[in-house]
Each structure stands twice: as C-alpha cells, then as structure tokens.
C-alpha cells in the first residue's frame, strides 16, 4: 500500500489520540477543549476503540499486505469518529464491530501463515476485542466491559513479546505460568460481566502472574544496558511491566468502586501506566515500520518517558490518596506529555529529512 | 557470499537488538550478474518491520558492492524459523 494512505490512517488515529485526552483531561476537571464535553463520557473507548485499534489494526495490515487488512484499521477509525460527532449510535458502533472483525480476520491470517502460541494469544485478544464491542451494542456498560477491553491490549501486547521470547531457551515451568495468568485474564473478563469486584480481583492477580512471567521472559530484562535504540525500547517495556504489577497488586486491594479516585487508579495504571510506557519504547520502531520513514534514535526519547513514569506515580499516588490537586495536575501533566512526545518523533522525522537533502 | 553476509550483518533487529544473520533470518544468497537475491524469514509473519529491514539490506549490500546494482528480497515462512537457526555468537549473547 502506499505509504499516503497508511499516513492518512495514522493520522485518524492520532487525531482519535487527541479527542480521547481532551475527553479524559474534561473528565479529571480540566478545560473542555476541541469540544469535548459532547463525547467526554466516550472517553475510554475512543482511547481503547479508537486510538489503539487503530493503530494495533494498522500495525497488522502493515505486515499482512494484504488489500482487504486496512479496512480494519479504516472501519475502526471511522466508527469512533461517529462516536466523536454524534455521541454514541448503533451505526458508530457496527462499524468498530466491523473493523475489529476484520482485525480478527487479519490476525487469523497471520496464524495461518506461521501457526504458534504467540499468534493464537494474539487472535485470542483480537476476538476479546469483537466480543466487547458486540456487547458494547447489546447496552452493556463500559465499566463492566473495560476489562474485556483491557484484555484485547493485553493479549495483543503478552502475543508479540512471547513471539520475541522465542530466541530463548524454552521453559516450561514459565509457560505453565503464562498459561495460568491469560486464562485468569480471560476468566476476570467474563466475571466482570455480572461481578466487576471479583472480576477486578481476579484480574488483579493475572496481571501480577503476567508481570512476572515477563521478569523471566521479556527480552527487555536482558536488553536494558545495551546502547542506543534497543536499551531504550527495554527500558520502556521495563517500565511498563512495572506498570502491569502494579495494576495488578491496586486491583487485589482496591476491586470495588466503578467510578471515583480508586477506579481512576485500577484502570490507569495499566491505560497509561503499562500501555503508553510500551508505546513510548515501540514507537521509535513501529512508525518507521508503517510509513517506511527511518526515525533516527536519539536520547532525548528518554524525557517523555520519564515524565510520563514520574507524572503517573504522581497521579495514581494523588487517587489512592485522595488528593486532589495532585491527581488533577499529574492528570494534566500526563494529557500533554504525550501528544509532546509524538511531536518529539515527528522532530526527529523532520530532522532525519532534513539531514537526507 | 561472504562479502554479503558481511554486509547483512550491520542490519540489527533493534527489539533483540541482534543483527539478522546471526538471528538465522538469511536462508540463501545467490548473485547473477549484478544482482543478488536474498531468501530470508522473520521471527514474526505479524511484524510490520518488515519494508523497513529489507530497506537496509539493499541499503548496505549496495554501499558495500559497488558493482551490484540490484537487490531482491523474497520473505518466506517455510520452513518457519526456530531458535536452532540462531549462530552460536547469538545464543551466547542471549545467554546460552
């Protein structure tokens, strides 16, 4: 595909980035920009829908080549955008049920190509993801469906580090351990449906398992002191495991509440925590991947990622705590480091460009 | 052929941080002429790094051999690649 239109895509789901902080920075009492205050209660869906479906769905289509895999990533896109300009519909949300289908499709495809564990754990997540918006039509409500939400991430992510892991030595007891932590994953997602504090406990303890089966497995824990772009994309998964066990020991603790401070922390921790510290290190290494555009490593990727650690301790600390300017100024922080951060990598774009002429 | 493993393997996978011949990602290099024709694998059919490594391959092999002007690369999944393919420089760097 040309390298315009995969542009065009990532640019729709940067733009859904966008909408979904505005909505979460409205949500955790900031201004209301670009609007938000029509779609800030989409918050969550618009980041997870749409933002990481996106850009996960993409990221596949990329390596599929295949005509049929963009209509993911396009559908899902779309679907959300629906969700953005005429609050939630039906319509909006078969279209993200089309686009994740179609995502599942793409992940089937790439099972059938090399048939493995780390392919059917990411098919897995991807099927998770369809199931969650098919009952997102069927009026079930986003805190009951936000762990299976969690899990379409958390499947695709465990996926494709296992993949990585396999230029190690095997070892069972590890995958025994993996094993018992997807299926309490799994099994915490469908409890959550009509029991979300024991559903939350019980994922509680799989993100823990998960969190040390990567200390054993991750390659990232071997490769944190080599120099230049591979020590900081271990750092940053490093960071991000970190974010995992966390979640997982806030969730054993404070299961409960589907709203207030506490329920800020459960989900953020793993949101943002675990998910955009992974995103902060695969960034340098998947845009080039999709645009076909070399990104030069430099070390001032280590910034945004240490604030965005720093800001998120802050912020969780300010929810568990319940002080509420701490949690407000961290959440704000935290709303523009990341958009500073993409526009770090669009810096080294412009950059890298410019040195080439 | 020598020359253009030598050339393969300033291409790094910059997840393991590992260049690609010693992963055991080459299956085959052949040259005609002035071209050469590369046969690889990835550890990953969902990897979208995929444009963005065999840019480098062609970008090294010509820096390196002035007198190639054309680089094919075919990508293949069978047979699919195992661990026992990685060179024993890789495994030792991965700790045995």
Redesign the interface.
């Known amino acids: 595909m040309l390298r315009l239109p995969k542009l065009v895509l990532l640019v729709m789901g940067v733009g859904l980035l966008l909408h979904g902080l505005a909505a979460g920075a409205l949500r955790a009492g900031g201004p209301a920009l670009i609007g938000a205050e029509q779609f800030a209660h989409w918050h969550g869906p618009i980041m997870v829908c749409g933002f990481l479906g996106v850009v996960i769905s993409l ?2 289509a ?3 080549k295949v005509w049929f895999g963009w209509a993911a990533p396009l559908l899902t896109g779309i679907g959300m955008g629906l969700f953005i300009v005429a609050d939630y519909g039906p319509t909006g949300a078969l279209i993200v049920l089309a686009g994740s289908l179609f995502h599942s499709l793409n ?1 089937g495809l ?1 099972l059938a ?2 048939p ?1 564990a ?2 059917t754990i ?1 098919l897995l997540g991807a099927l998770i993801w369809v199931t969650a918006n098919l009952l997102l039509l069927a009026d079930y409500t986003v805190p009951q469906l936000v762990l299976l939400w969690m899990s379409f991430l958390l499947f695709t992510i465990i996926g ?1 580090r296992i ?2 892991s ?5 070892n069972a007891l590890t995958q025994a351990l993996l094993l018992i932590a997807l299926l309490q994953l799994l099994v915490a997602s469908a409890v959550a449906l009509w029991d979300y504090s024991m559903g939350f406990r019980i994922y509680g303890l799989g993100l823990i398992l998960a969190a040390i089966w990567a200390w054993h497995r991750d ?1 990232a824990f ?2 944190y002191r ?1 120099p230049g ?2 020590g900081y ?2 750092k940053a998964l490093i960071c991000g495991w970190a974010w995992c066990l966390l979640a997982g020991v806030l969730m054993l603790v404070f299961a409960g509440p589907s709203a207030g401070p506490l329920y800020d922390a459960l989900l953020h921790a793993i949101f943002v925590g675990f998910i955009f510290s992974m995103i902060f290190g695969h960034a ?3 845009f ?3 645009l ?1 555009i ?1 990104i030069p490593y430099r070390p001032i990727l280590y910034l945004p990622l240490g604030a965005l650690q720093l800001f998120m301790l802050l912020r969780i600390g300010g929810d568990v705590l319940t002080i509420g300017w701490l949690k407000y100024w961290a959440s704000m922080a935290t709303a523009v480091i990341i958009p500073l951060f993409l526009l770090s990598m669009l810096s080294l774009i412009i950059r890298s460009a410019s040195m080439k002429k | 052929m020598d020359s253009i493993r030598t050339s393969l393997q300033q291409v ?1 996978d ?5 260049n690609i011949v010693d ?1 055991g990602l080459i299956y085959d290099i052949s040259q005609t002429n002035n071209q050469v024709c590369v046969l690889m694998t990835l ?10 490594i065999i ?1 480098q391959m062609r970008q090294h092999i010509l820096q390196d051999h002035p007198d190639i002007d054309d680089v094919k690369v075919e990508v293949t ?1 069978d047979p ?2 195992q ?1 026992a393919m ?1 060179s024993p420089v ?1 495994v030792n760097l ?3």
């Open positions: 990221e596949r990329t390596a599929l992940q790439v190509r090399q493995n780390a392919n990411m494709e993949e990585l396999r230029v190690l030595v095997p390659l071997r490769n080599l772009l591979s994309v271990a340098p290494i998947i080039p991947g999709i076909g070399n | 790094i910059p997840e393991i941080g590992i992963l550890t990953s059919a969902g990897c979208p790094l995929q444009d963005m840019s999944f699919p690649w661990r990685m890789a991965l700790g045995g």
